[in-house]
């Protein structure tokens, strides 16, 4: 009788020291954030989307993370996002008090710029992205475009803000797997400062996500302004089933695998990763936050209200595209080299 009490008491020690170790973990964390102050980095203007996500996010994901730090949006933009890579990979603070939102061009920079960059894409670790969207080019109506065949004889001027941007990489890329004649002119500021050029007339076409398009000139494409003639990504966007996918007009097996390549801009871009280093249990708090924060009623409607889609995806999803991505054969990377940039 004596060992069965004193064995039931050992038990009941045990427990209570179980159900008491989850509230230590977590105070741990929420000690370690409270009155701090985190920054969110982002490589663009902040009037794109890429602004307004960071900024949104950094408004209602505080929220969500034990301890409710102040969270600041950061704008450093600078050669299509790398800029920010390269800060956030090699300066940005590794103990949780940094975020990143990479551009959707990560992969692409590292393995067609290698020299360039100043990051391993594969070794940020995510917390899961806002939204998915594909690659649009989209033209002024007076371009002269009449069907998609003439962008093979006439030439296209298109607004870029640099070779790490979409802006240039898809321009370049139909360039070469298709044979359009796009022109591509470098150094505006941003999405807003690419459509600027192409209100004024100084470009004819920008090259960004679908996203960018909607959240900013909805009205272009209602009123007959602009229209979409190529997309790409994994699969077309619910709003544009009559404009084709850039796989479909490519017949050369090699470049087909390009295509694809570049189709990881899709599920990349609008996300929030830190460096490495970052302790696994912050990284794990910092998760759940943003899981919470996407589904947060609050947020979605502070979204709506700002003309931001959410369609998320967790960080674990994000860290196998990235992961996939980067095993593309060497001879695939070569030829996207020498199509896209020339070398």
């Not at 860290?319 to 991505?325: L, Q």
Request: no cysteine; hydrophobic share 45%; net charge positive.
């Amino acid at each position: 009788m004596f060992t069965k009490l004193k064995f039931g008491a050992l038990a009941a020690v045990l427990a209570v020291g179980a159900v008491s170790a989850a509230p230590v973990k977590a105070d741990a964390i929420s000690d370690f954030y409270k009155g701090k102050t985190l920054t969110l980095v982002f490589g663009y203007g902040v009037g794109g989307t890429y602004g307004k996500y960071s900024l949104t996010l950094a408004e209602y994901m505080s929220r969500h993370i034990p301890g409710n730090p102040k969270i600041v949006a950061q704008s450093m933009p600078g050669a299509g996002g790398i800029k920010a890579t390269n800060h956030a990979y090699n300066i940005m603070a590794k103990d949780g008090t940094g975020l990143f939102m990479p551009p959707d061009s990560l992969v692409i920079s590292q393995l067609l710029r290698p020299t360039k960059v100043r990051y391993d894409a594969a070794k940020f670790t995510w917390l899961g992205t806002v939204i998915q969207s594909n690659s649009v080019i989209a033209l002024r109506t007076d371009a002269g475009i009449n069907k998609l065949s003439d962008l093979k004889s006439k030439q296209v001027i298109m607004a870029s803000t640099g070779k790490g941007s979409q802006t240039y990489l898809i321009p370049a890329l139909v360039n070469g797997v298709y044979g359009s004649k796009f022109k591509i002119v470098m150094g505006y500021k941003g999405s807003r400062g690419s459509q600027h050029a192409m209100e004024l007339g100084e470009a004819q076409g920008v090259s960004l996500t679908w996203l960018a398009w909607k959240t900013a000139k909805p009205h272009w494409f209602e009123k007959g302004f602009a229209k979409s003639v190529i997309q790409n990504g994994f699969k077309k966007e619910p709003d544009l089933p009559n404009v084709p996918m850039l796989i479909d007009l490519v017949k050369n097996e090699d470049h087909k695998k390009i295509v694809r390549f570049m189709a990881t801009l899709s599920p990349i871009g609008r996300g929030l990763a830190v460096p490495p280093g970052v302790p696994a249990s912050r990284v794990a708090a910092l998760r759940m936050a943003f899981q919470k924060t996407i589904s947060d009623p609050v947020f979605l409607a502070a979204a709506k209200k700002r003309k931001l889609r959410v369609n998320g995806a967790s960080g674990e999803e994000v860290g196998k595209i990235v992961a996939s991505s980067m095993n593309v054969p060497a001879n695939v990377i070569k030829q996207a080299q020498i199509m896209i940039m020339g070398k």
